[in-house]
């Protein structure tokens, strides 16, 4: 049964930091290339970072360039989002997301519930 859990949303201030993680089961993790995207009330579903299989290539939007931090651990089957400066324009459910290299919805397979992310001004 395949699994995909995020957790460490939670509220934060202005230039605050948090630490997503993304805990999948039941596919083989490290053979996919994974992703975290964003939902803003009202918005679409953007992507924010992706990850290929083995962590050598990594690309984000350029609204979080210099802020966020993916990383995924291939041992441990973790996917993490390092989160600083955040501004109230993060706020957002988050999800993290199994499938294809890049920021298209369409490209990935599995989907977490997703984790809220608020930040207050």
């Known amino acids: 049964q395949v699994q995909v859990v995020e957790s460490g949303g939670g509220l934060v201030q202005t230039g605050g930091s948090l630490r997503l993680s993304c805990t999948p089961s039941?596919?083989?993790?490290?053979?996919?290339?994974m992703g975290w995207f964003r939902q803003a009330p009202g918005k679409e579903r953007e992507g924010v970072s992706t990850?290929?299989?083995?962590?050598?290539?990594?690309d984000y939007a350029d609204s979080v360039k210099g802020r966020f931090t993916i990383s995924r651990d291939n041992v441990k089957n973790m996917l993490y989002l390092q989160m600083n400066s955040l501004k109230p324009e993060d706020t957002a459910v988050y999800y993290c997301?199994?499938?294809?290299?890049?920021?298209?919805?369409?490209?990935?397979?599995?989907w977490g519930q997703g984790t809220q992310v608020t930040v207050s001004s």
């Open positions: 997301a199994a499938g294809s290299y890049g920021f298209r919805p369409a490209g990935y397979k599995y």
């Open positions: 990850i290929n299989w083995s962590g050598s290539r990594t």
């Open positions: 039941g596919f083989n993790f490290g053979g996919y290339s």
